[in-house]
Nanobody, 125 residues
Framework: QVQLAESGGGLVQSGGSLTLSCAASGSGFRINAMGWYRQAPGKQRELVAVNNLGVTDFADAVKGRFSISLDNAKNTVYLQMNSLKPEDTALYYC????????????????????WGQGTQVTVSS
């Protein structure tokens, strides 16, 4: 079993930056993909960014502003968020997959079998 622990959320002004961290722990696990989803009130959970066996993918809304990095030694994934906008306000979830994910399936929540509890990001205007 894998546990994901997120940190780094908070309140920031528009144009500011935040870095989210997600550390995976457990025993005998292998993770092929780690990434971040977000869910705003009344909206569906959507993929923000993912590192899938070294290949990164980003939602169009965050391209050029967010970056994702993976520290394999620490089993930790980071989401660097710059130039934040009020529309980035959401609960951000870390997700991890023990199975191989095709490029076509990388945005599907069903592709990920481990989830964190979520960390709130609020961007004020």
């Amino acid at each position: 079993q894998v546990q994901l622990a997120e940190s780094g959320g908070g309140l920031v002004q528009s144009g500011g930056s935040l870095t989210l961290s997600c550390a995976a722990s457990g025993s005998g696990f292998r993770i092929n993909a780690m990434g971040w989803y977000r869910q705003a009130p009344g909206k569906q959970r959507e993929l923000v960014a993912v590192n899938n066996l070294g290949v990164t993918d980003f939602a169009d809304a965050v391209k050029g502003r967010f970056s994702i990095s993976l520290d394999n030694a620490k089993n930790t994934v980071y989401l660097q968020m710059n130039s934040l906008k009020p529309e980035d306000t959401a609960l951000y979830y870390c997700a991890a997959a023990a199975y191989l994910i095709s490029a076509r399936a990388v945005s599907r929540t069903s592709s990920y079998n481990y989830w964190g509890q979520g960390t709130q990001v609020t961007v004020s205007s």
